[in-house]
C-alpha cells in the first residue's frame, strides 16, 4: 500500500516562499508520477505540479517542482507566495509517466493527508 506524508506547510506573509516535502513508501519510487494538487475550501483539487522521474512541470512560474529519487521524496518550492495561494495542498501518485490524464485528480489512487497553506495580507 502506498503512503504520502505531506510537511512544510504554515502561515507565511505575502511574499514569502516555503517549501513542501512528500515522502513516498510501500512502490518502485521511479514509477510513479508524483502530483501537487491544491484544493480551496469549497472547491475541487487542482493541479499545481507534477513530475515524472524525467520531467517536472508546474502551473505556476512562481513554484518549482522537483523530487529526490533516492529519498523518495516530492517536493514543491513556492516563492513569491500571495493570498489568492491558501489551500490545502495534496500530494498525489499515480503509476506511469507525465500524461494528458495525469492532469486530473481522479487519476491518482493514493493520496497524502494535505498540508495547509495559508498565506496572510
Known amino acids: 500500500q502506498v503512503q504520502l506524508v505531506e510537511s512544510g506547510g504554515g502561515l507565511v506573509q505575502a511574499g514569502g516562499s516555503l517549501r513542501l516535502s512528500c515522502a513516498a513508501s510501500g512502490g518502485v519510487f521511479s514509477d510513479y508520477v508524483m502530483a501537487w494538487f491544491r484544493q480551496p475550501p469549497g472547491k475541487e483539487r487542482e493541479l499545481v505540479a507534477r513530475?515524472?522521474?524525467s520531467i517536472g512541470m508546474t502551473e505556476n512560474t512562481r513554484f518549482t517542482i522537483s523530487r529526490d529519487n533516492a529519498k523518495a521524496t516530492v517536493y514543491l518550492q513556492m516563492n513569491s507566495l500571495k493570498p489568492e495561494n491558501t489551500a490545502a495542498y495534496y500530494c498525489?501518485?499515480?503509476?506511469?509517466?507525465?500524461?494528458?490524464?495525469?492532469?486530473?485528480?481522479?487519476?491518482?489512487?493514493?493520496w497524502g493527508q494535505g498540508t495547509q497553506v495559508t498565506v496572510s495580507s
Open positions: 498525489a501518485t499515480a503509476v506511469g509517466r507525465l500524461s494528458d490524464a495525469s492532469r486530473l485528480a481522479n487519476a491518482y489512487a493514493y
Open positions: 513530475a515524472d522521474r
